[in-house]
């Protein structure tokens, strides 16, 4: 399986946040792991994503140290390696671990060195960061997520990333950063479609974007669809994601069948794995029930993430050997 959505701060182990919060003397609302693992997951619909989003607080609360987050990326790479994942993209957003005092040099540097003893003491997985900007977000703190990306690209970060609030903060202002990653020869995606139109997901395309994130109102433009199909967009769909946010009130609605049989790229990720309690084996199954999906039609899904993945072609060659191993062995 191929993984090229998911989020570090979304995915981090409960028992591993409450031993991290009493080693640093964080404050958790409840010190009982149970409690803390049902208070990190999302109900089955959120009122809105604001409510989703401050699942997000207990993780950034002690996320902030430099032995913290390597503990949080080796424990991500460990956990999908043991489900079955060969390669993964993982997100992160450096400039939300800066609060008490490290660098965005430090905080990537702390989780490449994660990242790598995962990878090194795992049995298959391989793995990339995407290092994400933020709308909405001081232009400095932006501008320095995307110096630590050409810093260390094609040496553990892969590509960057936009998320955040794009009905407050809308695409169009974030161009200029889009000039300047196509300049620097930056491979990117973005968040965009999730809660407004398509033309969010369209602008994002026209200007350089290879992956769209979620892209849920691509759908309600043919013509845009016609443009994501020519231009070998992948639409990274999060389903379990999306109905706890409640942009899709329930899965029977969800458009990445009508994108899955209208011949675009459609790449399943699990967003943030704790958080939504899932994985991508759940991710498959709620869909194979949903859509009577087969393997077979997995096995496309996961060629398209490879021939979408933000890797040289000789690693992905390598990948697609693996993949063919995987389903066929």
């Not at 390597?70 to 957003?93: F, K, S």
């Not at 000039?179 to 620097?184: G, Y």
């Not at 967009?233 to 029977?252: F, Q, R, W, Y």
């Not at 993949?323 to 062995?329: A, I, P, R, S, V």
């Amino acid at each position: 399986m191929i993984e090229l959505h998911i989020h570090l701060e979304g995915s981090i182990r409960p028992q591993t946040l409450l031993e991290l919060a009493l080693e640093q003397g964080a404050y958790l609302p409840t010190y009982d792991v149970k409690a803390l693992e049902h208070y990190m997951r999302v109900p089955n619909q959120c009122e809105d994503l604001s409510e989703y989003l401050k699942r997000f607080d207990l993780a950034f609360t002690v996320l902030q140290e430099k032995k913290a987050i390597r503990r949080a990326m080796y424990e991500l790479v460990t956990d999908l390696d043991r489900q079955g994942v060969l390669y993964a993209e993982i997100r992160m957003t450096p400039q939300y671990h800066t609060l008490r005092g490290l660098s965005q040099s430090q905080v990537v540097e702390a989780a490449l060195s994660g990242m790598g003893r995962g990878i090194e003491e795992g049995e298959r997985i391989r793995a990339n960061l995407i290092l994400c900007t933020v709308r909405g977000a001081d232009e400095k703190d932006n501008f320095a997520t995307i110096v630590e990306t050409i810093q260390h690209l094609r040496r553990g970060v892969a590509g960057i990333d936009l998320v955040g609030d794009e009905e407050k903060y809308p695409t169009d202002m974030y161009l200029g950063q889009f000039k300047l990653l196509n300049q620097e020869g930056i491979p990117f995606c973005v968040h965009a479609g999730e809660k407004t139109g398509p033309y969010s997901i369209r602008l994002a395309i026209k200007n350089g974007a290879l992956r769209i994130g979620h892209g849920l109102h691509a759908i309600d433009d043919p013509d845009l669809v016609e443009l994501i199909k020519e231009r070998h967009i992948a639409m990274e769909m999060c389903p379990m994601s999306n109905l706890h946010t409640g942009v899709v009130k329930d899965i029977k609605e969800h458009p990445i069948k009508k994108y899955y049989d209208a011949g675009v790229r459609v790449v399943i990720g699990t967003d943030d794995m704790i958080v939504c309690n899932t994985t991508l084996k759940k991710e498959y199954q709620l869909l194979a029930d949903t859509f009577g999906w087969t393997k077979d039609d997995f096995k496309k899904m996961n060629e398209y993430a490879i021939d979408a993945a933000f890797l040289p072609s000789m690693e992905k060659e390598r990948l697609r050997y693996l993949l063919e191993e995987t389903y066929n062995g």
